[in-house]
C-alpha cells in the first residue's frame, strides 16, 4: 500500500463523453503525475501538476485537462472520449524532488465503447 | 527523447532460479533510475532507485545495477518465486535541467516463476 488512492476503480463512458478521475497523494507529497497506460504498452506521461501548477505535459491533446487541490489532490478530466481513450489511468504522488521514488496509485480503468 | 528497451519481452523460469532483465536508455542524461513491477491490471510497485551518481542498489533478493555512460540498467532477482511472477518496468527520467522529470518507460518484461 503506497497511500495513493484513486477513484473509480472502473469506468465505462461512450464516445463523445466527458470524464473526471480522482487522485488523492500521499500524506507529504505535494507532486502528483498523471500516466496513461494501454494494454500491453508501459504508461504514457500525460502532465505533472506542481503545488497546484503543471508543470509539464506531455504529447496528449488539450481535451486533457487538470487540476491539483490546496491539499495537493488532483483531477484528470477528459472531453471528447475517443476509442483509444480506453486504458488504465495512474496516477503518482511523490515529494517534487526529482531524486525521490514516486508512489503509484491503483489506477483507474477507463472503458470508451 | 528518451526511449526505453527492456530485453525480454517475457520470460519464463523455474521455481528457484536466478534471473537477470534488462534495461536500456538512449539518453544518459538521467536524474535516477527506478524499477517497479506490476501485477495485472494493478498500478506500479516501486522496488528500487539508483540515483545517477550510485552504480548499485540492493533490496532483499533483488539487485539492481546501473552504468549511466553506456545507458544499461539491470535487475537481478535472486532465488525466484512465483511470487515475483509479475511485469517489471524501468524507468530513467530525464534531467532536463528545469523541475520536470516525467518517467519514461518501456514495455516491460512479463515474469512467469512456476513452481
Known amino acids: 500500500e503506497t497511500g495513493v488512492t484513486q477513484s473509480p476503480t472502473h469506468l465505462i463512458k461512450t464516445r463523445g463523453q466527458q470524464v473526471t478521475l480522482r487522485c488523492s497523494s500521499q500524506s507529504g507529497h505535494n507532486t502528483v503525475s498523471w500516466y496513461q497506460q494501454a494494454l500491453g504498452q508501459g504508461p504514457q506521461f500525460i502532465f505533472q501538476?506542481?503545488?497546484?501548477?503543471?508543470?509539464g505535459r506531455g504529447n496528449f491533446p488539450p481535451r486533457f485537462s487538470g487540476l491539483q487541490f490546496p491539499n495537493y489532490s488532483s483531477e484528470l478530466n477528459v472531453n471528447a472520449l475517443e476509442l483509444d481513450d480506453s486504458a488504465l489511468y495512474l496516477c503518482?504522488?511523490?515529494?517534487?524532488?526529482?531524486?525521490?521514488?514516486?508512489?503509484f496509485g491503483p489506477g483507474t480503468r477507463l472503458l470508451v465503447l | 527523447k528518451q526511449e526505453v528497451t527492456q530485453i525480454p519481452a517475457a520470460l519464463s523460469v523455474p521455481e528457484g532460479e536466478n534471473l537477470v532483465l534488462n534495461c536500456s536508455f538512449t539518453d544518459s542524461a538521467i536524474y535516477n533510475l527506478q524499477w517497479f513491477r506490476q501485477d495485472p491490471g494493478k498500478g506500479l510497485t516501486s522496488l528500487l532507485l539508483?540515483?545517477?551518481?550510485?552504480r548499485e542498489q540492493t533490496s532483499g533478493r533483488l539487485n539492481a545495477s546501473l552504468d549511466k555512460s553506456s545507458g544499461r540498467s539491470t535487475l537481478y532477482i535472486a532465488a525466484s518465486q512465483p511470487g515475483d511472477s509479475a511485469t517489471y518496468l524501468c524507468?530513467?527520467?530525464?534531467?532536463?535541467?528545469?523541475?520536470?522529470?516525467?518517467?519514461?518507460f518501456g514495455k516491460g518484461t512479463l515474469l512467469t516463476v512456476n513452481p
Open positions: 501538476y506542481y503545488r497546484e501548477e503543471e508543470n
Open positions: 524507468a530513467p527520467p530525464r534531467d532536463s535541467g528545469g523541475s520536470n522529470y516525467k518517467l519514461t
Open positions: 503518482a504522488s511523490s515529494l517534487g524532488l526529482p531524486e525521490e521514488t514516486q508512489y
Open positions: 539508483i540515483q545517477s551518481s550510485q
